[in-house]
């Protein structure tokens, strides 16, 4: 008789030890996503020989920036996605972007890009099962 390994494991959401953030998956709103992406682009900001992936761009005493989600940019002023702002109120400007994020201000490009990734993973989804 051969052991059943899948009789000795448990799901590691049983553990609060292994578990990431103490437990089950919790999805975040959009909002939530950006407001911590960009408190991750300040610290990319201050630390600028750290590892990640920049949504920002320095020139000199300037800096140029976007803010994305599901890897497309917000629209932040009129149609510009991409703006510039100088070097010492870059962080004083992503707070208040941050700020306006969580207030709401651009809840209808995220519940728009939000329903893009819905739609996205269904075809997914829908392609895959359809290879099976």
């Known amino acids: 008789m051969s ?14 030890d292994f578990a990431k953030g103490g437990g089950p998956r919790v999805p975040k709103s959009a909002s939530e996503v950006v407001a911590a992406a960009i408190d991750k682009q300040i610290e990319l900001f201050k630390a600028p020989r750290s590892e990640g ?5 320095v020139k000199g005493d300037n800096v140029a920036f976007t803010i994305r989600y599901a890897n497309s940019p917000l629209k932040l002023v009129g149609e ?26 651009f809840k209808s490009q995220l519940d728009e ?20």
């Open 53 to 57: 992936r920049r949504w920002f761009e």
């Open 80 to 105: 510009e996605t991409k703006v510039v702002v100088p070097k010492g109120q870059f962080v004083e400007v992503l707070t208040a972007i941050k700020a306006d994020v969580e207030k709401g201000s």
């Open 3 to 16: 052991f059943d390994w899948k009789k000795a494991v448990k799901s590691v959401n049983e553990y609060a």
């Open 113 to 132: 890009k939000e329903a893009q990734v819905r739609q996205r993973s269904a075809s997914m989804a829908k392609t895959k099962a359809a290879g099976k």
